[in-house]
């Protein structure tokens, strides 16, 4: 089983700070990683696919990058929404099997 | 826009089987091409359950051994979860997800979530 190790667990920000949060595999999984964001009594929603791709009218201050095993989820400038629960997830090569890390909370300063 | 909506008994006895079905609305079963279930224990993180894929093929979490069964009812335009022998560890808000564009199911992302469901394991 491949295992993701997201840090910091959490991250005390100001709106308007730059956001960095990392996703590590403990073995390589290519480009199979997604970011998701989750709100406080909501569903996850898909925020980043393929490790770089942005879905689907996310904001551009949102980016993912890496490859391998080390990936990061960069938010630019964090606005009033973005305080949330943010979880990274992998697919292995075969058998396909989905594996999500234990999540980053980002909160108010 | 696709929606996903799941259904089924918010209460489950230990040792019974848990049902949740996900209908699928604004678009085909078909159109999707992959669909699938993730859940969350209490003030917890995710957890992913099982994968039916568009060729047929499904895939489930090895940690839950051959309790898991996913099928989909392409009349019915929905899919549903069947999970056997639940314990407490079971309790937890189940969601029905779907790949429902090619580059994003590509990498085995899920761009719909349903709503989520309370599922609570109790005698």
């Known amino acids: 089983e491949i295992v993701l190790t997201q840090s910091p667990v959490t991250l005390s920000l100001s709106p308007g700070d730059r956001a960095t949060l990392s996703c590590r595999a403990s073995?390589?999984?290519?480009?199979?990683l997604t970011w998701y964001q989750q709100r406080p009594g909501q569903a996850p929603r898909l925020l980043i696919y393929g490790a770089s791709n942005r879905a689907t009218g996310i904001p551009a201050r949102f980016s993912g990058s890496g490859s391998g095993t080390d990936f990061t989820l960069t938010i630019s400038s964090l606005e009033p929404e973005d305080f949330a629960v943010y979880y990274c997830?992998?697919?292995?090569?075969?058998?396909?099997?989905?594996?999500f890390g234990g999540g980053t909370k980002v909160e108010i300063k | 826009q696709v929606q996903l909506q799941e259904s089924g008994p918010g209460l489950v006895k230990p040792s019974e089987t848990l049902s949740l079905t996900c209908a699928v609305s604004g678009s085909s079963i078909s159109s999707g091409y992959h669909w699938g279930w993730i859940r969350q224990p209490p003030g917890k993180g995710l957890e992913w359950i099982g994968t039916v894929y568009h060729g047929g093929s499904t895939h489930h979490n090895p940690s839950l051994k051959s309790r898991v069964a996913i099928s989909v009812d392409r009349s019915k335009n929905e899919f549903s979860l069947r999970l056997s022998s639940v314990t407490a560890a079971d309790t937890a808000i189940y969601y029905c997800v779907s790949g429902t564009k090619a580059a994003i199911a590509a990498k085995d992302g899920f761009d719909i979530w349903g709503q989520g469901t309370v599922v609570t394991v109790s005698s």
């Open positions: 073995q390589s999984v290519s480009d199979y």
């Open positions: 997830q992998q697919r292995s090569n075969w058998p396909p099997e989905l594996t």
